[in-house]
């Protein structure tokens, strides 16, 4: 455990959690360095520091922040300004947003842990003076492949967000893409320019085949849920990464080759398709998920921001200011609820109408003023430090295999196989509805199969993140519409005011080439490296 806080200094801890923008390719001052790995011990140790640092950069807070931006949410009057100008679109908010800072410098940060972790193992695999067993030498190679892999995302992330979508055409562009990091010099790189966005998918692709060749295929599958990256999470990943790169074939291949891993319930009634679903995300032992990090009542769980629930002694009463009452009670408290469209794309037969958009009371659930919210965040009551109060914690998933139907289906039908993109998508929609099942000749066109495979994809992924990217990938814009009908009671009740969502930016509407759909590199960057500041996303 030393070895691990010395790995993840305070220093380093305080950057990647608190999230201040900093100069990338550079250690947080004063943060010491490593010795060489000396043997297999010190190189578990060290990865088990990698992942703890992933369990906040992979939560579900950091990877809404784009989707503040989106048509999904609208501000409520608990926001306090917090969120305000990233919602409502304001040049000067957005350009240098802490929330955008942090999710910048929290992916670079882990770029820089794992390419250090890569130096080091392979410093030790090389090193003839050090004894190896042939076993040690490969569980340091899979090693390396699960960093690579995390590297891989980290870059992902990073060019979905600071670099325009894969075109055909600019991808070769030497400005087009991000910085890339694939070594461990923090001085010597401290200035560098970005790469191409063909070099940068280029890079991912490479350090996935790396680690598809180099994770056993059973490897860290003693748990379920995996705790650690498995070879079919690389592969997980390259189909994202050939999703966004346009590579169809490459996408589908990647979920062919572990989708059949992860069994979804197409066969059971309405009562066993509920409980396969409620497993996903509030028991968290379904075998639809891939990797789920590891999280105990003690340490690496979150709680969403979104869903903002908390279990909590407070005033029996809100009209009667002479009642000092005190009970427990659930409170909702959000500054973003779900726009009332989002509610209406899930059919009555939608199982996770109620499983992950539930109704619950804003403010407080037991006043009545039901709205629907991520319920499917509400958290995994076994991670509950005290059984009797709810602490709506739940672990990272960093990929459940619903979203690899969503690519395979789309990869499909960009291919031309329409039938089978019809096919793929009923097969898993026939998963998450209690009856009535599409017939996947209702989507007899190219056209009308992803307009399906869109829908679901909102169904489905809601609150993890995908919305703001998707609109890019896509090319769209969007419109923002009215709010869910409730919280114009919820005002009177509670704000004295006639809604309690904030009116400004409620219409807001945007072309998909407004220049704020893809993110500027931070301020502090920026003045760091000139190349970034010549090289400007925002021009």
Same mark, same amino acid.
């Given at each position: 455990?030393?070895?691990?806080?010395?790995?993840?200094?305070?220093?380093?801890?305080?950057?990647?959690?608190?999230?201040?923008?900093?100069?990338?390719?550079?250690?947080?001052?004063?943060?010491?360095?490593?010795?060489?790995?000396?043997?297999?011990?010190?190189? +578990?140790?060290? &990865?088990?520091?990698?992942?703890?640092? %992933? $369990?906040?950069?992979? @939560?579900?807070?950091?990877? /809404?922040?784009? !989707?503040?931006?989106?048509?999904?949410?609208?501000?409520?009057?608990?926001?306090?300004?917090?969120?305000?100008?990233?919602?409502?679109?304001?040049?000067?908010?957005?350009?240098?947003?802490?929330?955008?800072?942090?999710?910048?410098?929290?992916?670079?940060?882990?770029?820089?842990?794992?390419?250090?972790?890569?130096?080091?193992?392979?410093?030790?695999?090389?090193?003839?003076?050090?004894?190896?067993?042939?076993?040690?030498?490969?569980?340091?190679?899979?090693?390396?492949?699960?960093? +690579?892999?995390? &590297?891989?995302?980290?870059?992902?992330? %990073? $060019?979905?967000?600071? @670099?325009?979508?894969?075109? /055909?055409?600019? !991808?070769?562009?030497?400005?087009?893409?991000?910085?890339?990091?694939?070594?461990?010099?923090?001085?010597?790189?401290?200035?560098?320019?970005?790469?191409?966005?063909?070099?940068?998918?280029?890079?991912?692709?490479?350090?996935?085949?790396?680690?598809?060749?180099?994770?056993?295929?059973?490897?860290?599958?003693?748990?379920?849920?995996?705790?650690?990256?498995?070879?079919?999470?690389?592969?997980?990943?390259?189909?994202?990464?050939?999703?966004?790169?346009?590579?169809?074939?490459?996408?589908?291949?990647?979920?062919?080759?572990?989708?059949?891993?992860?069994?979804?319930?197409?066969?059971?009634?309405?009562?066993?398709?509920?409980?396969?679903?409620?497993?996903?995300?509030?028991?968290?032992?379904?075998?639809?998920?891939?990797?789920?990090?590891?999280?105990?009542?003690?340490?690496?769980?979150?709680?969403?921001?979104?869903?903002?629930?908390?279990?909590?002694?407070?005033?029996?009463?809100?009209?009667?200011?002479?009642?000092?009452?005190?009970?427990?009670?659930?409170?909702?408290?959000?500054?973003?609820?779900?726009?009332?469209?989002?509610?209406?794309?899930?059919?009555?037969?939608?199982?996770?109408?109620?499983?992950?958009?539930?109704?619950?009371?804003?403010?407080?659930?037991?006043?009545?003023?039901?709205?629907?919210?991520?319920?499917?965040?509400?958290?995994?009551?076994?991670?509950?430090?005290?059984?009797?109060?709810?602490?709506?914690?739940?672990?990272?998933?960093?990929?459940?295999?619903?979203?690899?139907?969503?690519?395979?289906?789309?990869?499909?039908?960009?291919?031309?196989?329409?039938?089978?993109?019809?096919?793929?998508?009923?097969?898993?929609?026939?998963?998450?509805?209690?009856?009535?099942?599409?017939?996947?000749?209702?989507?007899?066109?190219?056209?009308?199969?992803?307009?399906?495979?869109?829908?679901?994809?909102?169904?489905?992924?809601?609150?993890?993140?995908?919305?703001?990217?998707?609109?890019?990938?896509?090319?769209?814009?969007?419109?923002?519409?009215?709010?869910?009908?409730?919280?114009?009671?919820?005002?009177?009740?509670?704000?004295?005011?006639?809604?309690?969502?904030?009116?400004?930016?409620?219409?807001?509407?945007?072309?998909?080439?407004?220049?704020?759909?893809?993110?500027?590199?931070?301020?502090?960057?920026?003045?760091?490296?000139?190349?970034?500041?010549?090289?400007?996303?925002?021009?």
């Amino acid at each position: 455990m030393k070895k691990i806080a010395y790995f993840l200094s305070a220093a380093v801890l305080a950057f990647a959690m608190v999230f201040t923008s900093c100069d990338v390719t550079r250690l947080p001052e004063g943060t010491p360095l490593q010795e060489p790995f000396k043997n297999i011990l010190m190189a +578990k140790q060290n &990865r088990d520091a990698v992942y703890a640092l %992933l $369990i906040g950069v992979e @939560s579900p807070n950091n990877l /809404n922040t784009p !989707d503040i931006q989106s048509d999904l949410y609208h501000l409520t009057l608990l926001d306090n300004n917090s969120l305000k100008g990233l919602y409502a679109w304001q040049e000067q908010s957005v350009l240098d947003h802490d929330d955008i800072n942090s999710y910048y410098a929290s992916y670079y940060q882990t770029l820089m842990q794992a390419n250090y972790f890569i130096m080091r193992a392979e410093e030790l695999l090389a090193n003839e003076g050090i004894s190896k067993t042939d076993a040690d030498k490969g569980l340091l190679k899979q090693y390396i492949g699960e960093m +690579k892999t995390i &590297r891989a995302l980290a870059h992902w992330r %990073l $060019i979905q967000r600071f @670099s325009k979508p894969w075109d /055909n055409a600019t !991808d070769s562009n030497p400005q087009s893409g991000i910085i890339l990091m694939t070594s461990y010099d923090p001085l010597a790189t401290a200035q560098s320019e970005k790469a191409s966005r063909a070099d940068v998918y280029k890079a991912m692709i490479e350090d996935l085949d790396y680690a598809i060749a180099n994770i056993p295929a059973e490897a860290n599958k003693d748990v379920k849920p995996a705790i650690y990256l498995t070879r079919d999470y690389a592969y997980a990943i390259k189909a994202r990464v050939c999703l966004t790169k346009q590579d169809w074939q490459g996408a589908l291949d990647a979920c062919n080759a572990f989708i059949d891993n992860y069994p979804i319930n197409i066969d059971g009634d309405a009562q066993a398709k509920t409980k396969s679903i409620h497993s996903i995300w509030r028991t968290e032992d379904s075998p639809e998920i891939l990797v789920r990090l590891r999280a105990t009542a003690q340490q690496g769980a979150v709680r969403s921001s979104v869903l903002a629930a908390s279990h909590r002694l407070g005033f029996s009463s809100f009209k009667d200011l002479k009642d000092t009452t005190r009970v427990w009670a659930v409170y909702y408290q959000p500054s973003l609820v779900l726009e009332q469209w989002v509610a209406d794309l899930y059919s009555s037969n939608d199982i996770r109408k109620t499983e992950y958009i539930g109704q619950r009371g804003f403010y407080k659930n037991a006043w009545g003023l039901n709205f629907h919210t991520l319920t499917k965040f509400e958290g995994n009551e076994a991670l509950n430090v005290d059984p009797k109060v709810l602490q709506f914690k739940f672990g990272v998933h960093l990929f459940n295999v619903g979203e690899a139907y969503l690519i395979k289906a789309e990869a499909l039908a960009q291919l031309g196989k329409t039938a089978e993109a019809a096919e793929t998508i009923v097969k898993f929609e026939k998963s998450r509805l209690s009856d009535s099942y599409p017939d996947p000749a209702d989507f007899g066109t190219k056209d009308e199969v992803l307009e399906e495979i869109y829908k679901e994809r909102l169904r489905e992924l809601v609150g993890e993140g995908t919305r703001l990217n998707d609109l890019v990938r896509l090319g769209k814009g969007f419109k923002r519409t009215a709010p869910q009908p409730v919280f114009k009671e919820v005002g009177n009740a509670i704000f004295d005011k006639p809604s309690a969502v904030q009116d400004e930016a409620i219409d807001l509407e945007k072309p998909a080439n407004d220049k704020m759909f893809i993110w500027e590199f931070p301020l502090r960057d920026r003045e760091n490296n000139k190349h970034l500041d010549d090289n400007r996303n925002w021009k």
